[in-house]
């Protein structure tokens, strides 16, 4: 709250925060992979120890009295955002992690009725986007076909025809996603 430039302004302040944390984390050079957006982030320790990673978390604590940083370990997965990143099958073949879409157990899936007096555009931008948001977030084509018909039969659910639903998904499909 307050001025409309206080997220931002929040954003650099927590990254100047953590730039300093890792330059002046003694086993900086452990950490390969690092992601942050907001005030969530996860990163990837390289042959360390769990005392280690805690260490990182004590002085991270000691950098700013306002900022206070909490952590979970996990030797195989971690939800990051709206992303579940795991070392599946692709992993143990070429050491590249797997991704898929994550939900929480409290999502309950409250699309916007299609009986809504909102122009057509918008439901089809609904389809359109969170199709997209799976596409970009799950790597095996078999989860996104499931993701794809999850996410169909909750739209059918709160009213949307069938036929507009496959159009659009079609219309998605039909892009090719360009790895980077």
């Given at each position: 709250m307050g001025n409309s430039l206080s997220p931002e302004i929040t954003d650099l302040r927590v990254y100047e925060v953590l730039n300093s944390i890792l330059r002046t984390f003694q086993h900086k050079q452990k950490i390969s992979s690092l992601y942050r957006f907001r005030d969530d982030?996860?990163?990837?320790?390289n042959e360390g120890t769990d005392d280690e990673i805690s260490q990182f978390f004590e002085h991270a604590n000691r950098q700013h009295a306002l900022l206070k940083f909490t952590h979970e370990k996990s030797q195989t997965k971690m939800q990051f955002l709206d992303v579940l990143v795991f070392k599946g099958l692709r992993f143990?073949?070429?050491?590249?992690?797997d991704l898929t879409t994550f939900r929480k157990k409290t999502e309950n899936y409250q699309y916007l009725e299609r009986s809504s007096c909102h122009p057509s555009s918008t439901f089809?931008?609904?389809?359109?986007g969170e199709m997209l948001r799976f596409k970009r977030?799950?790597?095996?084509?078999?989860?996104?076909?499931?993701?794809?018909?999850?996410?169909?039969?909750?739209?059918?659910?709160?009213?949307y025809p069938k036929n507009e639903i496959k159009t659009v998904m079609q219309e998605?499909?039909?892009?090719?996603?360009?790895a980077h």
């Open positions: 982030g996860f990163f990837i320790y143990r073949e070429t050491g590249i992690l089809r931008g609904i389809i359109k977030c799950t790597n095996d084509p078999v989860d996104l076909q499931t993701q794809y018909a999850l996410f169909s039969e909750r739209l059918i659910k709160r009213g998605v499909t039909a892009k090719q996603r360009i």
